[in-house]
Each structure stands twice: as structure tokens, then as C-alpha cells.
């Protein structure tokens, strides 16, 4: 199917626009528009055990993410020691926040991961003994997809600690600028390098150019060998998660600029995407493409409908089964000449993003993967959940706050001693 979809003819293209940047969390409310009908089926916790849950979700969740931002200011002054010791450091901090939104999702919000594709990534996932999904995508890429709702970004940043080598530390992301000013989660983002954007890109061009700059700047081994730190971009063309404000608007495009709509999709806005790629281009090969789809979605509605956070992790109704198609494609072979002929490129990706996603709404599965593109797979498909490899991995996050209470420790007991002796 996927050779089918490859082979449409290509729409006209559309005169690029400026992208929205992805919004992290957007139609995150908290409460579900009708809790009678729900597609994960009814409550499986009582108002107490929700109150339960919802008290030790956060309790947990901002006892991490402040761990994890005092041990990032902890290491800060690196910067001024070694650029490429404070990078590295960042890196496992950036990790640390894998894993805690890993266990997060895995305690309070398990959902089944059924993972196919097509042949151009054949023997690049794989189940291992122990049933999980091991991934082998490379260290530099940039990878696109679909935006349904807020948790996208949390099972892709998963996908990353699944692979080998682990990519979680590397992940990359464009966000609103508006998110750098929340408390504590904003400050830890900027460390992190992530790329904020105002909605303009005649504002945002000289400091995406200046992010990616750092994302693509060669480093040399004492032996003299180069390379580039690791790096996974993670875009959303669409720009903001799917909804039916977002849905009219974007209808309202397809027909101001004289293109065919998408049922299940956003049309993609092409700038950022081709800015990135052209500033990336020559250090990095390949473009991922992932399909995301919601088990339970009816036609016409839209994944903020069905899946909030309260019910994801308090009341015990996340997704059933959340799916992936995966594609990947040379960066040689895209059309990077001009912006209008890449607009034409990627808007025929979604075209036929939209075919997986009519046939995912009509059978309820993405098209199997072939014998070869994913190995051990049941019936072209492989299947697993968002778990760490080892129960108490998690507990790395508080690792270095640890380290320097063991050290100041020490420091004061010495202090005591020497003060005594004087006295």
C-alpha cells in the first residue's frame, strides 16, 4: 500500500506560509466533553482513587521535574568550562526527563504501542526476549509527524529511549515561545536547546538559524576524527495538534489556495520544516515519518475529544492501543531547490498520511508491515507498552542531587571537626 500511496500523482503546490509552532500539552483540559461515552470504556477508578491518583501523579511529577531542573543548574557552569562537557551533561539531564515521563506513563497511563512500516525500514525495529520494541534508527535524523493530541511528543521522546543506541538524551523539539515562561519546565526546556518559536518567521529565522547552527556544528577527537553530536529533531508540520478550530482553518486554507483537503489531517505548513532541513542539510541522511494514530477516534472527531489528562492518568481511560507507520526518507532525494517545491513534497506526504489514517479509522490497523521491514512482528505488526528496561532506572534522576548531599555532607562534618579543634 505504501508503494501505491507513493505513486499519486502530486498535488499543486501552495504558496508556503508561515508554521505555527507545536503546542506542548494544547487541549490538555480536564474534563471529557461527554464521560458517559468514553472509547477506553467506563472509569476504572471510584472518585477516591482518583483523588489518589491525581495527589500522587503530581506529587511524583514535580518531585522529578524539579529534581531534574536543580540537578541541570547544578551543572550549568560547565558551560563556561567545556562546551562539550556541559553539552554531554545536558544530555543525561535530558534523559533523566525521559525517564521520568516514561514511568510516569507507564504507571498511570499503560497503553499498548502497535508499531508497523514499510520497507524502507526494514531490520529497524525489532522485539526483543524480554517484549519489548528495540528500535535502530541512526543518531542524527530529523523526524516529522502528525500532531493528534498533547501526548504525541511523549511516546516519540519514548521511542528514543527504545532505540540503540538510546536517543532520549538527544531529542530536539520546536515549541511556542510562550512555554519558556513557565515555572521551572520553561527554564529547563531552554537548557535543553529546544527551539522556541513566535508564530512569524520573520522573527524566528535568526534564532532557528542560531539553534540549528549549534545542532550541526562539527566536533573533532583528540585523534583528529569528525563528527556531529547526536540529534533527533522532532517536528510537527502541522504546527498545533488536530481539533476542529484547527480542522476549519485549515480547510479554510486548502480552499483559499486552491489544494485538496485532508479528512483526518491538518494541511502541513511547509517554512519551518524547509528551513530546518536546508540549514541541516549535508549532516543529516534521512527524514523519519511517523503516522500516529488514537485507538478509538470515531470519524470526524478528534483526539482532545476522547483522551484528556485526567482521564489518561487519573480515571484509568487512556488509549487503548496507540499506532505507528513508520517511513523514512533520504534527505538527498527531497526536493530542497525551493520552498515551493518542497511545500509540493510535503504536502503529498500527508496526502498520503491520510490514506494510512482513512485505512487505520475503516480497519482499525495501519497497513501491516512486509516479512522483512519489521522482523518477529504477528501479522506485520509489533506490539509492546512504555516501560523503562529496569524497574528502578528512574531513580537516576535524583542522582546527582544525591551525589552533592553525600559531598556537602561530608564538607560540613569536616567543618564541625575543624571548628572543635580550634575552639
Not at 499498548?112 to 525500514?121: A, E, F, N
Not at 510535503?346 to 522483512?372: C, H, I, M, N
Amino acid at each position: 500500500m505504501a508503494n501505491e500511496l507513493r505513486n499519486r500523482a502530486p498535488a499543486p503546490a501552495q504558496t508556503p506560509s508561515d508554521p505555527p509552532a507545536p503546542e506542548v500539552f494544547a487541549g490538555a483540559t480536564l474534563a471529557d466533553p461527554d464521560p458517559r461515552v468514553h472509547s477506553s470504556g467506563k472509569e476504572k477508578h471510584g472518585r477516591l482513587m482518583q483523588v489518589l491518583r491525581g495527589f500522587t501523579f503530581i506529587a511524583y511529577f514535580f518531585t522529578c521535574i524539579s529534581a531534574v531542573h536543580l540537578s541541570q543548574l547544578v551543572g550549568a557552569p560547565l558551560y563556561w568550562v567545556s562546551r562539550d562537557l556541559y553539552e554531554a551533561y545536558m544530555a543525561w539531564s535530558k534523559q533523566c526527563f525521559g525517564l521520568l515521563i516514561t514511568t510516569m506513563t507507564h504507571w498511570w497511563g499503560p497503553t499498548t504501542i502497535r508499531i508497523s512500516g514499510d520497507s524502507s525500514v526494514a531490520d529497524q525495529i525489532r522485539k526483543t526476549r524480554d517484549g519489548r520494541v528495540e528500535f535502530t534508527f541512526p543518531e542524527r535524523m530529523v523526524m516529522i509527524a502528525n500532531h493528534q493530541i498533547y501526548t504525541d511528543w511523549l511516546y516519540l521522546w519514548w521511542v528514543g529511549y527504545a532505540n540503540s543506541p538510546r536517543m532520549h538524551g538527544y531529542v530536539y523539539i520546536i515549541l511556542k515561545e510562550s512555554l519558556k515562561y513557565v515555572p521551572v519546565i520553561g527554564p529547563g526546556m531552554m537548557l535543553y536547546g529546544f527551539i522556541f518559536m513566535s508564530r512569524k518567521m520573520s522573527v524566528d529565522r535568526d534564532r532557528m538559524a542560531y539553534r540549528l547552527g549549534k545542532l550541526r556544528t562539527q566536533h573533532v577527537t583528540p585523534g583528529g576524527t569528525k563528527y556531529y553530536n547526536p540529534m533527533w529533531l522532532l517536528l510537527f508540520p502541522e504546527g498545533t495538534n488536530a481539533s476542529q478550530n484547527g480542522k476549519d482553518k485549515s480547510t479554510a486554507w486548502a480552499e483559499k489556495i486552491g489544494v485538496k483537503d485532508t479528512e483526518h489531517l491538518l494541511l502541513p505548513r511547509s517554512t519551518g520544516t524547509y528551513f530546518c532541513l536546508t540549514e541541516l542539510k549535508g549532516t543529516v541522511d534521512y527524514v523519519y515519518d511517523c503516522t500516529v494514530a488514537y485507538e478509538g477516534i470515531p470519524r470526524g472527531k478528534f483526539g482532545e475529544d476522547m483522551f484528556t489528562l485526567s482521564g489518561t492518568y487519573f480515571r484509568g481511560q487512556p488509549p487503548k492501543s496507540v499506532n505507528f507507520y513508520w517511513r523514512r526518507f533520504r534527505v538527498a532525494d527531497i526536493p530542497l531547490d525551493t520552498a515551493e517545491e518542497f511545500d509540493a513534497w510535503l504536502r503529498e506526504r500527508w496526502y498520503e498520511k491520510d490514506a494510512l489514517l482513512e485505512q487505520y479509522v475503516s480497519t482499525g490497523r495501519f497497513p501491516p508491515s512486509s516479512a522483512e521491514a519489521v522482523t518477529k512482528g504477528h501479522e506485520g505488526f509489533l506490539e509492546t507498552e512504555v516501560r523503562t528496561r529496569r524497574r528502578f532506572e528512574f531513580l537516576q534522576i535524583f542522582a546527582v542531587l544525591a551525589g552533592v548531599g553525600l559531598v556537602w555532607n561530608v564538607i560540613s562534618k569536616i567543618w564541625a571537626r575543624l571548628v572543635s579543634l580550634v575552639s
